[in-house]
């Protein structure tokens, strides 16, 4: 009864969008204030007949009901309560109906927040919103039903795949969704202009706040992947380049971009016609990693069975939304005002860059993972673009990016003295040189490249504070004047250079996982130990142990340093009943911002135990650099100029307050 | 994009014409610089590190240099797993030439013999493939993509075969 509830509350929700999506923006023509008046009812209402239906759905997991086929195929009555919850969205069905949920979540946000929106933009966003949720419940309605029942029902389910269950996959689609979905906001709003015709400071301002939120999460998402795939796949790697991952970096990177030029529209009224285009672009690239995970038409290590026929689904609605908005964007962006010159040497002008640069490394990203499918269909040769190819474009497109980064906060608007930025830059230079030389001439193995990657990490990190340190006169005025100033600084200033500092937490973690990991792959006796990155590791034994639906069995090893016991590592291998299927355990100790991780091969006749122990450098930096460049991106959107629903013009801070702009 | 200027943008009226367009022209050769430098990366890039997907037959026909690296795809053969130390030898068919691969290290928790694989290495001068990557995949059912399509061209394997439970239950997980 619950699951038809479920159901009926998704055909009504698809009604609701069907009428969302043609009614306000119909008003907005009409210049009808009750049609227009209409879009926010109907967001809220749809938003709440989802939530219905996902609860429904958690419903019918929580309490197994095995009647539901797609409850009966990733679920098991002895599964934990957490992975019986985000069983939910472990599967395509639930987790489509997850990407609904956030949809329906960000339009019922802008009809609940968005009162200072102008009726007629707000109209046109919502029935943007509306266009996009009709597509993706009608979707969901024909071709992904989760909620089709089985007769007669089995007693018990077939279990999550076990890969599924961890608290990794709790959190993880959940925020990479968020981040994805939150890009149709801009394009919903970059829409809406185009439809409008007008696009000023003020839809920048707008519009910043909802990339914002789904940049920040977008974020999160993709580090906390990347961290779970390098716990969980056993072999320790935290990026593959692989199809899925670069989905996901895609929209990243032009939503990076899209940030940064909303910022030069908001600011000088310039880069409209292209803001706009970044817009569509971003979300088209959300899409498009859509369907790349759910089509598997890529050959994909994170692939899950996949059905083709719902990539075709997903590949009209695609070509719908892309096409549609192209086509808006040829017609009317020619249209748009264009306002605001620049000098090259300006904030403008290093944001231009920023932007060139992210496009251009979001470009290499599409080619190199859509090239193998693209000379399937040509050719019929079957190829693989490896990592090699990423480094050899990615990396090189990135550098300039980190050079430029730290400076542009410290150019003027318009036109920027180059000289006086480079002072504010000596201190890091100054840091930077010094790791340089420091990590040549004292580290032990590794490339040389590897120096001037953690000199280029310090720059960029201690470069991201300059214009702060700038600003409130650290060390050129009393530490009291200081500290006032820093109170006045407007949050965006601080959120700006937390999210730069990230950057190069992240390449430094990158750099030396890279560079001076070492591994030891070897197969080992009870009471053996050997030594390892100055540390003595002995393996104690293989212990049974049972779980709630998996046998476990367990390796233990007791690692010492100077003969004082430091860690235990208990690398293990499960067994989970309901599927027969084997899976790692890694365990993993961390010392400082350092790790060592240990993962247990198949047993072996001969009593001894296969064992995988490695030593990564600093690895961690590189999921705690996206967590602080998260915190930048939240420091941003509190800044109560971009506050969502803010007050326009007349609630800025005085122009006394941010001097530099 | 364009940065056309508002007309009171810019302070001296006389000057404003041809430094809007030196701007302009400025603007265009930088962003025709970096998007050339891109194609040019992109383009060797992929001259340079693209690996071809190959299976026994292939390579067996094949005149393969040593040392070229490409992926190799097909069943592990039943009963050819041998553990030497913390080397592994197995042979990868697709029944209709064998290839034997040593790989250095753990092995995937999926890997099994008669499933497919993918290996991703080269030839050795004295024969065999020494693979220095073996593919993992996160599904029980999922055969490679590549391996599929190659094994159903050449009749090996349809849809369903596959261990586990029921096909139907290899309808996707979210990453």
């Known amino acids: ?661 | 994009m364009t940065i056309d200027a508002a007309p009171s943008a810019f302070p001296s009226p006389r000057r404003r014409g041809s430094s809007r367009k030196r701007r302009r022209m400025a603007l265009f050769a930088l962003v025709g610089l970096v998007l050339s430098a891109a194609t040019a990366l992109v383009l060797y890039a992929l001259d340079d590190t693209i690996v071809f997907f190959r299976t026994p037959s292939e390579i067996a026909k094949m005149d393969v240099t040593p040392g070229q690296r490409f992926r190799l795809g097909g069943l592990v053969k039943q009963g050819s797993i041998v553990h030497e130390g913390s080397t592994v030898r197995f042979v990868v068919t697709d029944n209709a030439s064998d290839m034997t691969v040593t790989y250095s290290g753990l092995l995937p928790d999926l890997f099994r013999e008669g499933q497919g694989v993918v290996t991703e290495g080269f030839v050795q001068p004295e024969g065999g493939f020494k693979a220095d990557n073996v593919l993992a995949k996160h599904d029980e059912n999922y055969m490679p993509k590549d391996v599929a399509d190659r094994l159903k061209a050449q009749g090996l394997w349809n849809e369903g075969q596959a261990p586990g439970p029921t096909p139907a239950a290899a309808t996707g997980a979210s990453k």
């Not at chain 1, 929106?117 to 029935?127: N, Q």
């Not at chain 1, 009608?138 to 269950?165: A, I, K, M, W, Y």
């Not at chain 1, 779980?547 to 004082?564: F, H, K, Q, S, W």
């Not at chain 1, 995988?612 to 998260?630: D, E, F």
């Open chain 1, 1 to 661: 009864m619950i699951a038809e509830i479920g159901h009926y509350a998704l055909v009504l929700a698809l009604a609701l969008a069907l009428l969302q999506s043609v009614l306000p923006v119909w008003g907005a023509r009409a210049r009808d204030a009750a049609l227009m008046g209409l879009a926010s009812p109907l967001a809220l209402g749809q938003f709440a007949l989802v939530a219905l239906s996902f609860a429904a759905l958690t419903h019918a997991y929580v309490t197994s009901d095995f009647s539901l086929q797609n409850v009966i195929e990733n679920s098991h009555s002895a599964k934990p309560l957490i992975y019986k919850i985000s069983g939910v969205w472990g599967n395509h069905e639930g987790s489509l109906l997850l990407w609904v949920l956030i949809l329906t979540l960000f339009g019922a946000l802008v009809a609940a927040f968005g009162r200072n929106l102008p009726d007629r933009l707000k109209a046109d966003v919502l029935g943007v919103q509306g266009m996009i949720g009709v597509a993706f419940l009608l979707f969901v309605l024909l071709t992904s039903n989760p909620f089709t029942r089985v007769d007669p029902s089995p007693l018990e389910g077939q279990d999550l795949n076990p890969l599924l269950q961890d608290p990794g996959l709790a959190i993880h689609p959940p925020l990479l969704y968020i981040g994805y979905v939150g890009f149709s906001m801009a394009f919903s709003f970059a829409v809406a202009a185009l439809i409008e015709g007008k696009v000023d400071a003020a839809w920048a301002r707008w519009v910043r706040p909802w990339t914002l939120m789904a940049w920040l999460f977008l974020t999160l998402g993709i580090a906390m992947g990347s961290y779970w795939a390098y716990y969980e796949l056993g072999w320790g790697g935290f990026w593959f380049w692989d199809p899925v991952e670069n989905a996901s970096l895609m929209p990243w990177l032009s939503g990076t971009a899209l940030l940064h030029s909303a910022v030069v529209m908001e600011k000088r009224d310039a880069l409209k016609v292209w803001t706009i285009l970044l817009a569509l672009l971003t979300f088209a690239l959300s899409l498009l990693g859509t369907f790349l995970v759910r089509s598997g038409v890529l050959t994909s290590v994170h692939a899950f069975a996949v059905d083709p026929a719902r990539g075709v689904a997903i590949l009209i609605i695609l070509a719908v939304f892309v096409g549609g908005s192209l086509a808006l964007y040829a017609i009317r962006a020619p249209a748009l005002k264009q306002g605001g010159i620049f000098a090259p040497v300006s904030r403008e002008g290093a944001l231009v860059l920023n932007n060139l640069f992210l496009t251009a490394a979001t470009a290499a990203v599409f080619v190199g993972t859509l090239y193998p499918l693209a000379l399937e269909a040509a050719t019929g040769e079957k190829i693989s673009v490896g990592p090699p190819f990423f480094n050899n474009t990615f990396g090189p497109l990135m550098l300039p990016i980190m050079l430029v980064m730290p400076f542009a906060p410290l150019l003027a608007w318009k036109r920027g003295d180059a000289t006086r930025a480079a002072r504010g830059m000596v201190g890091a230079v100054g840091v930077a040189v010094l790791a340089t030389v420091l990590v040549a001439g004292f580290v032990q193995g590794g490339p040389t490249l590897a120096a001037l990657g953690v000199g280029l990490a310090l720059f960029a990190i201690v470069g991201a504070f300059a214009e702060v340190m700038e600003r409130t006169k650290l060390f050129r005025a009393p530490l009291a004047e200081s500290f006032r100033r820093a109170k006045g600084l407007p949050s965006s200033s601080w959120g700006g250079a937390f999210a730069h500092a990230g950057m190069g937490v992240t390449l430094l973690g990158v750099v030396a996982a890279t560079a001076w990991s070492s591994e030891v792959v070897l197969a080992m006796r009870p009471g053996e130990q050997i030594d390892f990155a100055g540390r003595q590791i002995a393996f104690q034994g293989v212990e049974q142990r049972p779980g709630p639906n998996y046998r476990t069995t367990a390796a233990e090893l007791v690692v010492r340093e100077g003969g004082v016991e430091v860690a235990r590592l208990e690398p293990a291998r499960r067994l989970y009943t309901a599927r027969k299927m084997d899976l790692t355990e890694s365990s993993i100790a961390t010392f400082g911002v350092s790790q060592l991780y240990a993962a247990m091969g198949e047993a072996r006749g001969d009593g001894k135990t296969a064992l995988r122990i490695s030593y990564k450098p600093l690895v961690t930096l590189i999921w705690l650099g996206s967590i602080v460049m998260a915190f930048g991106g939240l420091l941003s959107l509190a800044d109560r100029r971009l506050r969502v629903g803010a007050p326009r013009k007349a609630a800025r801070p005085s122009p006394a307050m941010q001097p530099a702009e």
